[in-house]
């Protein structure tokens, strides 16, 4: 019995070398087989874009609600200039706005935001850090945003929030600024 498994496995194997070598499939391939290839993928409007740039613009993007903010994202490559502290808009678990300045009350202060799905930044009114902390209108092109924090000094307090475009459209927000 022994004497006819062993040709059999020897035959076996040989069979199974004799056949073409399978070609390695490329990452498009793949991508392209599980319909994941990018052409037609949908992005959830309401999430930053992964490839968006983490760079901040001084206008939004053409044809963007300015009225509708979204959650920042990465903004690694944003720059708010020199700060001596900020102040952070958390709606939800999400940032919306980050603020900084200095404590030279003759200085606005800065601020980004998301809209259109681009990061823009936006200006402070003078006041320097101690009026983004109160609470204080941020002026961008074609839009403003006003943070009016609860009363106190506590390091993280309820705030509203209204963002009004040029022709008088406005959207209202609630959550948290937290200054530090």
Same mark, same amino acid.
């Given at each position: 019995?022994?004497?006819?498994?062993?040709?059999?496995?020897?035959?076996?194997?040989?069979?199974?070398?004799?056949?073409?070598?399978?070609?390695?499939?490329?990452?498009?391939?793949?991508?392209?087989?599980?319909?994941?290839?990018?052409?037609?993928?949908?992005?959830?409007?309401?999430?930053?874009?992964?490839?968006?740039?983490? $760079?901040?613009? !001084? @206008?939004?993007?053409? =044809?963007? &609600?300015?009225?509708?903010?979204?959650?920042?994202?990465?903004?690694? %490559?944003?720059?708010?200039?020199?700060?001596?502290?900020?102040?952070?808009?958390?709606?939800?678990?999400?940032?919306?706005?980050?603020?900084?300045?200095?404590?030279?009350?003759?200085?606005?202060?800065?601020?980004?935001?998301?809209?259109?799905?681009?990061? $823009?930044?936006? !200006? @402070?009114?003078?006041? =320097?850090? &101690?009026?983004?902390?109160?609470?204080?209108?941020?002026?961008?092109? %074609?839009?403003?945003?006003?943070?009016?924090?609860?009363?106190?000094?506590?390091?993280?307090?309820?705030?509203?929030?209204?963002?009004?475009?040029?022709?008088?459209?406005?959207?209202?927000?609630?959550?948290?600024?937290?200054?530090?």
């Amino acid at each position: 019995m022994v004497r006819l498994i062993l040709p059999l496995a020897a035959l076996a194997l040989a069979a199974c070398s004799s056949e073409p070598a399978a070609e390695q499939e490329s990452a498009d391939d793949f991508a392209t087989r599980i319909g994941q290839s990018g052409e037609g993928a949908q992005l959830d409007p309401s999430q930053p874009d992964p490839d968006a740039p983490n $760079t901040a613009n !001084d @206008a939004p993007p053409a =044809g963007a &609600d300015l009225t509708q903010l979204a959650q920042l994202g990465d903004i690694g %490559g944003v720059n708010l200039g020199p700060r001596e502290g900020g102040c952070t808009l958390m709606v939800g678990n999400e940032e919306m706005l980050i603020a900084a300045g200095m404590r030279d009350k003759a200085l606005p202060g800065k601020a980004v935001v998301r809209v259109g799905n681009s990061l $823009t930044m936006v !200006d @402070a009114d003078v006041g =320097g850090l &101690d009026a983004i902390k109160a609470g204080t209108t941020f002026n961008g092109e %074609g839009f403003t945003i006003t943070v009016a924090p609860a009363a106190g000094e506590q390091q993280s307090r309820p705030a509203n929030v209204t963002v009004r475009d040029a022709s008088g459209k406005t959207q209202s927000y609630s959550g948290k600024w937290i200054c530090a």
